[in-house]
């Protein structure tokens, strides 16, 4: 299978992905109406992405570094636009899985952004780069800035979720720990593939890399959106929360 086989598998899956999550997410309470957008925007955004790196828009000729067997490689710059935007959101909805009964801390929530940021920025320096010290110092603080990340969600987000009922408390750690697993394959990834070491030909990475975005942004949206669902069904069962009406009275 080709590179633009899995390009183009990629903008329609995620394509699907955003219209299964919008149409899942329900709008009974303002909470559940912005989780559904949240989730629903992220498979949007990578679409995107994904539609400009399969026309050609969204990569560059680049040489491969002394690591690599070829001489040039092809530069998704593309896919790290794409995680600029969708790994915040994807963290703002996991921040708001714990903390279900009200967002507090917003300071760990921007602590866990910025973070993301930083490692999403210097990722993107470490493809760019073709000095090999240069190119694994940015891979280095990349891999930094991910340890940071890790720590908002499993330190900090769960002190917070601590005080929630027990199914969100659950909730969470599904989440947290599914969302986490796919992303440590990233990284590894980004080192054997076209852009570090190059071991991995780029129809196989590029079918690696879609097969996790998938993942990520659509069988984890789905899933935390519905997640969402019933822990607002339990919230509207109890009497904690009232549905809001779709509109607002005239």
């Known amino acids: 299978m080709t590179p633009q086989f899995w390009l183009w598998l990629g903008f329609a899956g995620m394509a699907a992905g955003a219209a299964a999550i919008l149409f899942l997410g329900k709008r009974r309470t303002p909470a559940e109406e912005a989780d559904a957008i949240i989730h629903g925007i992220v498979p949007i955004i990578a679409a995107c992405s994904y539609f400009a790196m399969a026309t050609g828009q969204g990569s560059i000729a680049l040489p491969a570094g002394p690591e690599a067997a070829d001489a040039a490689r092809q530069f998704y710059f593309a896919r790290y636009i794409d995680w600029t935007f969708t790994t915040p959101l994807l963290l703002v909805g996991l921040a708001r899985t714990a903390m279900h009964s009200g967002m507090r801390r917003p300071a760990v929530v921007w602590g866990l952004v910025g973070s993301d940021l ?133």
Do not use: H
């Open 118 to 250: 930083i490692m999403i920025v210097t990722a993107l320096a470490f493809g760019l780069s073709t000095v090999a010290w240069v190119k694994w110092t940015w891979f280095a603080i990349s891999c930094g800035a991910f340890l940071a990340v890790f720590y908002g969600i499993f330190v900090q987000l769960r002190e917070e979720n601590a005080a929630e009922r027990a199914d969100v408390r659950s909730a969470f750690l599904r989440n947290a720990v599914f969302l986490s697993a796919v992303w440590c394959a990233y990284p590894v990834v980004l080192l054997v593939g076209q852009d570090g070491l190059g071991f991995l030909s780029p129809a196989v990475a590029l079918a690696v890399v879609a097969i996790l975005d998938l993942t990520a942004k659509v069988v984890y949206g789905v899933m935390a959106t519905l997640q969402t669902t019933q822990a607002v069904d339990r919230d509207l069962a109890e009497g904690t929360v009232t549905a809001k009406p779709l509109r607002r009275a005239a």
